[in-house]
Structures are given as C-alpha cells and as structure tokens.
C-alpha cells in the first residue's frame, strides 16, 4: 500500500447526502475480487447511460474533474452494505481522500485499510471546501495528513481529528498484511522455538 503524507491535487464536488456503497460500486461489479479494474464502474448508474455512454453532467465526467484524488461530500458517504470494492473502486480511479461531515462506519474504516483518507469536518467547513471545489481544476486542494490539516485553493486551513493508529498505518503505507508483516522477526522466532519444543508438529 502507497503511503498517504501530503497530498495537492483536484478536488471534485459531490454535495449528495447519503450516497451508499451501491452508488459507489453497484452489485453487478462485484464479482471480482482483484482490487484494480473497478474505477472505470465507479459511480456506473450515475455516470452513463443505458446504452454505456458517459452522462456529460455527471461530474466526473466533467473535462475539469477526471483527474480529481479528492472528493467532497454530502453527510453520510458510503452508507448501506459493507462492500469493500467501494474503496477499491475509489481508490483504483484514483481518489487518495474524501471529506464530508459524516461517513458509513464500516465504509470509513475500510478505507484506511485501502490507502484512501476520509476526512470528518463541521458542515460550515465542508461548505466552503466544496464552494472551492466547484471552481475546477484550477482550485488545488491541499489534504496534510502530517498536520491533519486540510487547505483550500484560497488559503483556508481547517484542521481535522484522527486516531493516531489509523494515521500511522496511512504515514507508512500499512495494511492488515502490512501490519503482520512488522513483526516477522518475532513471528519467525515463534516459529523456530515451537519447531524445536514440538518437533513432531
């Protein structure tokens, strides 16, 4: 997993309230179990047609917004059923963080598990990051998860509260697998003491 320290780039506004991981990901997509291949489906029902062609409206169909890493969005991002191809998905398009007022649980905690970072801020600060992000590709966004600060194209800082496990695992590129990895000295001396103490094990 990449690691996640200071990141600048588009941020794409989505101002929907309650956009489940249905919306995210729909369940036709979800017979893969490889993480790469999904972004090309993200947001499918709302971004084509029934005939597979791009909805020019949609934002991220929108020239200014198809290379947006960050988005915002509206209270309650990635509600409903906890499929983890809904951060695979936002994460193979190549969005790095999402900021809204409030997240799905189970959806925000997966993320950190896939390397995307979701942001929580009072709605009066989410107001004004998606006011900067409806101004384009020219409004670079600036998300600094050393600081846990997160900056407008404008110059408007606004800090945000994180678990100091969860942001230490982004800073280092950590996963599950990651994680277990830290300790294979120790696993690998287990193993070596267990194999000499039951040998016929």
């Known amino acids: 997993m990449d690691k996640f320290e200071k990141l600048t780039g588009i941020a794409a506004p ?10 995210i990901i729909p369940k036709q997509f979800l017979k893969t179990i490889k993480r790469s291949g999904l972004g090309v489906n993200l947001f499918d029902e709302m971004r084509y047609d029934d005939n597979g062609d791009e909805i020019p409206d949609f934002v991220l169909n ?11 969005a509206g209270d309650n991002f990635g509600c409903g059923s906890s499929r983890e191809h809904a951060p695979w ?35 009066e600060a989410v107001d004004v990051l998606m006011k900067d992000a409806e101004k384009g590709s020219n409004a670079r966004m600036t998300v600094d998860l050393e600081s ?54």
């Open 14 to 23: 989505m101002p929907l309230v309650n956009i489940d991981t249905d919306m």
């Open 62 to 72: 929108k020239p200014q917004y198809r290379d947006a890493e960050i988005l915002v």
């Open 89 to 123: 998905a936002l994460k193979d398009f190549g969005v790095k963080s999402v900021i809204s007022t409030s997240f799905a649980d189970i959806f925000y905690n997966n993320c950190f598990k896939n390397g995307i970072l979701p942001i929580v801020l009072p709605k």
């Open 148 to 201: 846990q600060m997160v900056t407008s194209s404008d110059g408007d800082s606004f800090p945000f509260e994180l678990d100091s496990f969860k942001k230490h695992c982004l800073m280092n590129g950590l996963d599950d697998i990651g994680l277990t990895m830290e300790k294979a000295s120790a696993i690998d001396a287990f193993e070596a003491q267990a194999e000499q103490a039951r040998p016929w094990v």
